[in-house]
Structure formats: C-alpha cells, structure tokens
C-alpha cells in the first residue's frame, strides 16, 4: 500500500521516478505564489487559464482508475491481468473497499428486479456467474443459499408474479412461485401469502473478494496509491489531465484558501469509479460537456442486527416487494450466521465536493431508527420481539435517480457520449454492482482496448 510520494519518489513501472522528492511539498514556491483556486480551474468553463498549472509538476501514466471499490478493483485486474496494462489505482481513502463497497448487504443478486436488457440486469445475471466461479477458484467465502421474495397480502401478488416474468426475460434460472404454505414450510418463521424462490441467490465476504482481487492485479503490474485524491481535472487536446493532491492536504484545507492540485497525471486511459463522488468529480473535469453528468442521489439506508438469538432463523434470504429506492427492509445472512435487517431508505442532501471525495458522509445509525424497522420486519416475520434489533452499520446508494422517480440503469459513459479519447465515467454503480462488477470491468476495458 503506497503513497504518491512514495510511488513518485521510488522507481516504478508506472511513473518515472524523475520527479522531484519535494514533489508534494507544502513549501514547493510556485505552488504557493498561484491564486486560483482547483475549484475555479476545475469548473466547466470556457475560460480556463491553463498558467495556474504550469508550475504543478506533470508525469505521463497508462491507464488511471479513479477509486478502489470492488468496481475499481475489478476494472484494474481486468485491465492488468486481461490485457496488459500499467494501471495506477488512485484511492483517497486508506485502503481500498472503505465506501459503499464495505456498506452494503454483501449479497450475490441473481438478476431479478431490472428491466430487461439494461445494463443492471445484463451485468448481474453475467456477474454473478463471474462471481461464482472466482469464489469457486479462489476460495473466496460465499454461499448459495437461495433467496425467497414474499408477498405478504394478496395485493402483492401481481407484482411477484411481475417479478418472476421479468426475472425469467433476464436470463435467471430455477425462479420458482411458491405458495405461503410451501414457502413456510421451508422458513418456519415466515409469513406470506406467496412468495418467489430464487436458488441463484447467495452471500459472500467482500472484503476477502476484494483483497483477492487486489492481490491479482498487483501481482500483474497494477499499483494501488492510497491517501490520493484526483480533485478534477482538464481536457488537453482529446485527452484527460488529472489533477492530484494528497488527502491530507484536502482534510485540512480551508475554504478560505486556494486549493491545488500537487502533481498533473496525462493518462492514456482513465476510468472514474469514484462512486459517490464520480459525478462531482466528472463536473470538475474541464472540458468535460457538464450536460451528459447526471445530478446525483444519495440514499442512506441503516441496518440493523437481531440480538440474543442463538439458531439461525432462517435459512434463506428473505426479501418483501421494492419500495421506493431500495429492495425494502430485507433478511440479510452473513456468513457467520448473524441476522441483519435493512437497509431502509433515507433520501440525504449532497454534501460539498471536497467532502464527497473525502467520503465524510454520515454514517452513523441512531438507535430510534429502530422503531421503523419492527413493523415492516413484523409484515413477514410477525414473531419479531421488541428490542431485540441492535445497531448494525449504514452505507450510501450512489443514484442517478430521486424520490419517486423511474429507477435509474447504471451509466457508462465513454467516448461515443462525452467526446473524451480513453475516458470512461462510471454513474449510479449502486445495487448490484457488487454483483455486477467482475461484468462491468469486462465491458469497461472491452470499451477502452476497443476505442
């Protein structure tokens, strides 16, 4: 796990080790005689003074990937590993895997919910077969243990039976209708009226996916610079700059002061998997038509662990019907057998740019959020005590859509939108992108090799 500096100041394939060793220092005297500010030389202006940067040191690199979530992980290997290339993985966080990739259910979706041929649905149903067999070969934890989607009144019913339509247009195999009686037998702790067995459906331990996929494409060139924060950018030509300053300087930046970028990387390919803040981020791309940038979403959903239990109650994944911006308040199965609950939906406000890309959302989970959760559990598992969810944890959906509106598809955005030679954006990579991932690195670097 290395710094910039570290990278910049060692020889490395990637990166000439020509560079300065003062490169990111605070005392370098043409960095502090500039007066503009990254947020004015990084906006969608026309009016873009390029002298402010001429003093930033500059460095040529093959191929960037803007942050290590499982998604960026899985684009570097496929990169590295598939095709050869030098790719540096620019992280802002400590290690990789620390934002919504670490947040999340840590379920292996079979390919149920999304409209045929989109994106979401192409990917996950090719992801997840991906992803079984990476698990199978690296011995990854995981286990197929099924997941049952329940109707619990009878007015439900026609959106399963929808479901089960949709899921049999996507490609998902063994989906089968249930009736309450049948699905009860199996979970004695349920209550439906009917419900919709998916057997494709499992769990699997993230972080040892993710470190596995880090150990691969390190071993095949790949290095990974964590504590660096790409913090905009400009087009040069028909290509992407990036524009790079160490986290460290951004967590004590003042608003008063001018921010800038400490090194200027000219990649041949960039991919920005910044999750949460890839839209903020492409919106500080200068040169980048801020038209084709989505307006982003944030959903924060809770989770939370049942206590005191000591046999597992259930056996499958238990899901209810959708709700507005999420999967509803489902039965997640870790592979210890912990029961955990969630997440719920709760649309957030964005936060300012510099915050985004330094993930400082809100994670915490009050403990009166609780009293949401009993009486949507209670609708299939009635037998639900009072007090006996804990806090668990919270993560972000990075969306592209809003309250009420038509779920969003994943956006992948390359040359043929923005008219950027070896840029690929990554929008709205929420559920199931854990899924989807190994598939999305598949069409990410088939879109770059192939351009």
């Not at 966080?93 to 390919?111: C, D, K, M, Y």
Request: glycine share 8%.
């Amino acid at each position: 796990m290395k710094s910039i500096t570290q990278i910049l100041t060692k020889p490395n394939p990637l990166i000439a080790n020509s560079l300065l060793q003062n490169l990111f220092s605070r005392s370098h005297p043409k960095h502090s005689s500039s007066s503009t500010s990254i947020r004015s030389i990084s906006s969608s202006s026309s009016a873009y003074n390029y002298t402010q940067l001429e003093s930033v040191p500059k460095e040529s690199v093959d191929c960037v990937v803007i942050g290590a979530g499982v998604v960026g992980i899985a684009v570097a290997r496929e990169l590295s590993l598939k095709h050869g290339r030098e790719v540096l993985v620019v992280e802002s966080g400590p290690t990789f895997g620390t934002g919504t990739s670490s947040r999340n259910s840590e379920v292996i979706h079979a390919g149920i919910y999304y409209p045929f041929n989109s994106l979401k649905a192409l990917f996950c149903v090719r992801g997840r077969k991906l992803l079984y067999r990476y698990c199978k070969e690296h011995e990854i934890p995981h286990e197929q243990m099924g997941k049952l989607i329940v109707a619990t009144r009878s007015s439900e019913i026609p959106k399963l039976d929808a479901l089960l339509n949709r899921g049999i247009e996507n490609g998902v195999d063994g989906l089968r209708l249930m009736e309450g009686y049948e699905a009860m037998k199996l979970e004695p702790e349920l209550h439906c009226v009917k419900a919709l067995l998916s057997p494709a459906s499992g769990i699997i331990d993230t972080h040892s996916l993710m470190l596995s996929l880090v150990g691969e494409a390190e071993s095949h060139g790949t290095t990974f610079s964590y504590n660096a924060s790409v913090i905009g950018g400009h087009r040069e030509g028909n290509k992407i700059q990036l524009h790079i300053s160490e986290s460290s300087a951004l967590k004590s930046w003042g608003a008063s002061s001018p921010l800038h970028p400490e090194l200027i990387l000219n990649p041949k390919l960039v991919v920005n998997s910044a999750g949460l803040s890839a839209p903020s981020l492409a919106r500080r791309f200068c040169g980048l038509d801020s038209g084709v940038i989505p307006t982003p979403y944030y959903a924060r959903g809770c989770y939370f662990t049942l206590s005191n239990v000591k046999t597992p109650l259930f056996q499958h994944l238990i899901y209810p019907m959708p709700e507005d911006g999420g999967l509803g308040v489902h039965v997640t199965l870790d592979l210890n057998g912990q029961v955990k609950f969630g997440p719920d939906v709760e649309w957030i406000d964005c936060i300012d740019d510099i915050s985004s890309f330094l993930n400082l959302f809100d994670y915490s989970v009050c403990k009166d959020r609780s009293k949401r959760f009993y009486p949507e559990i209670r609708k299939y598992y009635p037998n639900l005590k009072d007090g006996s969810l804990e806090p668990g944890y919270s993560g972000i959906r990075p969306k592209v859509s809003g309250p009420k509106q038509v779920p969003a598809d994943f956006l992948v955005q390359g040359e043929d939108i923005h008219g950027i030679t070896g840029l690929v954006n990554l929008f709205g990579i929420e559920s199931p992108g854990l899924t989807a991932s190994m598939a999305i690195a598949e069409y990410v670097a088939a879109k770059l090799i192939t351009n």
